[in-house]
């Protein structure tokens, strides 16, 4: 295990487009073991390059309980989206908090996986919300720049809220 050190929101890092991949090297297979250790150990569902410093179009997700899903995203494009989601988001690099955004609920992407093979990947709901919430970091966008009303509520607030706003 090589756990990496999390920028906190804002660092400029974390506003900075990224580079795309052009071969997959023993350096971006460690990072890539390093970002999945860092991320079930902070209970994350998506970690992107520059969330741990590196300024590389690399981001990983896994949205299940029991790490059953690992995704690698290479250089990914969003190339298809549809319907919306409105739900909270949060992320590793603004501990502690969370906000309301509105998302597609379906999204494709396209990619490469870690053997730099081309791939597509569907997701939907909370898949698609990582997806997009991962890409978004590797163009140097944050989900804070969308939340409703500009408002991030503590984590301890967001059960009432949701059952104040009607969300799931
Ligand atoms: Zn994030």
Same mark, same amino acid.
């Given at each position: 295990?090589a756990?990496?050190n999390i920028?906190?929101?804002p660092?400029d890092?974390l506003?900075?487009p ?6 997959m090297?023993?350096?971006l ?10 991320m ?9 390059a520059?969330?741990v410093?590196i300024?590389?179009?690399l981001a990983i997700?896994?949205?299940?309980e $029991?790490?059953s ?5 290479i250089n990914? +494009? *969003?190339? %298809?989206?549809? #319907? ?5 988001e949060?992320c ?11 998302r597609?609920?379906?999204v ?6 870690s ?17 997009i919430?991962?890409i978004d970091h590797l163009n140097?966008h944050?989900?804070v720049?969308q939340?409703? $009303?500009g408002?991030?509520?503590d984590?301890?607030e967001?059960? +009432? *809220?949701? %059952?104040?706003? #009607?969300l799931q």
């Amino acid at each position: 295990m090589a756990i990496r050190n999390i920028r906190v929101y804002p660092d400029d890092v974390l506003e900075k487009p990224c580079k795309p991949v052009k071969e997959m090297t023993d350096k971006l297979r460690t990072l890539i073991n390093d970002m999945f250790d860092t991320m079930y150990d902070a209970d994350g569902v998506g970690l992107a390059a520059p969330q741990v410093g590196i300024l590389k179009r690399l981001a990983i997700v896994d949205v299940t309980e $029991d790490h059953s899903d690992p995704i690698v995203m290479i250089n990914p +494009e *969003v190339i %298809e989206t549809s #319907g919306e989601q409105r739900g909270f988001e949060g992320c590793l690099s603004v501990p502690e908090k969370a906000g309301i955004v509105t998302r597609p609920n379906y999204v494709k992407v396209r990619c490469f996986d870690s053997e730099m093979n081309e791939i597509e990947i569907e997701g939907e709901e909370l898949l698609a919300r990582a997806l997009i919430h991962e890409i978004d970091h590797l163009n140097g966008h944050m989900y804070v720049e969308q939340a409703e $009303d500009g408002i991030l509520y503590d984590n301890d607030e967001v059960k +009432e *809220v949701m %059952e104040r706003e #009607g969300l799931q």
